[in-house]
């Protein structure tokens, strides 16, 4: 009995965890968890934060051992001047060196990693909304597929009945055999462009698998993507519009660490060892020393007047790209928004006609049972059914990749 439930909850589980492999989000999911620039961008952000512990681990004293050992030995007179030399140097030391933190420079430097972790993790934000859009643009193309093979099944299906009909009244001679033929070349088409329909959804199938860096060739039934038109968010809220933000709030930093940069440095030090020439009582020779530094900039060449005017430029910089990027996300925006009421329009109007393409359809099959429509009309008729179909799905597809589009500018 346990063997018996085993069985059944495996078979449970593989059927759920198949069945969520054919949806948009699946595919998102694993193209994002599979991308290599979005985990190098996690690195970079895992990076920073220990830049952030080397700033701190910088201002905390620093303890460093040396050891300098010399002997200039003088042979029957000749050798160095003992004046100079003393004879030998022998120096063993602890050394403790900290430089006194300013607190605003701390601040400013932690700021300026800060802004250079919201920068990377914008970018990051911007890359995964990228691979989104492409992976939905992709993931609709192989859907958009799909829906027309599976049409000219049913469609080739519906005619393979025809047929059979067609058939037994042209052995009866209410059709002639040529109408006949040209019925079977009609069939053969429809079966010929099936074969190629799914050659297409084969490819752009295995290109959806490809971007999502999934190694798997099998062929599975793809869900309707479930996508709708998003409501914008303000453009000053956007995460593209957000990295100019955070360029602004650098610039204003850097000028920051300008400015403490010419402000006075101190450094306290102190050392403990062993410092001695051997000349005179070696063994006493053991001692500290400690103290204090400070520089003060006094004059650079107006050097701080050049960076503020670096910085300068650089703000002018990013104001003009600033604005451009107003105009056109605006100008696209429009754009994309006009584009679909177009094509939502232009499906009404197809689907307007597809009824009566529908009603003329019906009316002929009837109408060729009892031999009273030419096979021509018929073909005709069924041309134009199938022209009108593959126009619905063809602008239905567009429809959605343009709500792709402009959901892309939704986060």
């Not at 088409?189 to 199938?205: A, Y």
């Not at 600033?322 to 996300?329: D, G, H, R």
């Not at 994309?336 to 002929?364: F, G, H, P």
Request: net charge positive; proline share 2%.
């Amino acid at each position: 009995m346990k063997k018996i439930v085993s069985i059944f909850f495996f078979i449970t589980v593989a059927a759920a965890s198949f069945s969520q492999n054919n949806t948009l989000d699946y595919f998102i999911n694993r193209a994002v968890a599979n991308s290599p620039l979005i985990k190098d961008y996690a690195n970079q952000m895992e990076s920073i934060h220990a830049d952030s512990l080397l700033v701190r681990a910088s201002y905390k004293p620093q303890v460093t051992g040396t050891s300098f050992n010399s002997y200039p030995p003088v042979i029957k007179g000749v050798g160095y001047d003992e004046a100079i030399t003393n004879g030998g140097n022998f120096s063993t030391l602890v050394g403790v060196n900290k430089s006194i933190p300013n607190k605003k420079n701390l601040d400013a430097q932690f700021e300026s990693l800060r802004l250079q972790n919201k920068s990377i993790a914008n970018a990051s934000g911007i890359s995964e909304q990228d691979l989104r859009r492409t992976i939905t643009a992709q993931y609709i193309t192989a859907y958009g597929d799909m829906l027309q093979l599976n049409f000219n099944k049913s469609i080739d299906s519906f005619l393979a009945k025809e047929e059979i009909v067609l058939k037994k009244l042209t052995e009866q001679n209410v059709y002639r055999q040529v109408d006949y033929l040209a019925f079977l070349v009609t069939l053969q088409q429809q079966r010929l462009l099936i074969r190629q329909q799914g050659i297409q959804f084969q490819n752009d199938f295995a290109s959806l698998n490809y971007l999502c860096g999934i190694s798997d060739t099998s062929m599975i039934e793809l869900k309707d993507p479930g996508i709708h038109l998003n409501t914008l968010p303000g453009i000053e809220n956007s995460i593209f519009f957000k990295q100019f933000s955070i360029d602004s709030l650098r610039l204003l930093n850097n000028k920051t660490l300008v400015d403490l940069s010419y402000k006075p440095k101190f450094n306290v030090f102190a050392d403990a060892g062993f410092n001695s020439s051997l000349a005179y009582r070696a063994y006493k020779n053991f001692g500290t020393s400690f103290g204090i530094s400070a520089s003060v900039p006094i004059y650079d060449g107006r050097q701080r007047k050049i960076q503020y005017s670096k910085i300068a430029i650089a703000e002018r910089t990013r104001q003009n790209y600033q604005s451009f990027f107003t105009s056109q996300y605006n100008q696209q925006i429009a754009q994309l928004t006009q584009q679909l009421k177009a094509t939502e329009s232009l499906i009404n109007d197809i689907n307007d006609e597809l009824k009566y393409s529908e009603s003329l359809i019906t009316v002929n099959k009837k109408l060729l049972e009892t031999g009273e429509v030419k096979i021509a009309d018929y073909i005709l008729a069924l041309s134009s059914y199938l022209n009108a179909k593959n126009l619905v799905t063809q602008n239905n597809i567009n429809r959605l990749q343009i709500i792709n589009q402009i959901n892309y500018w939704n986060r």
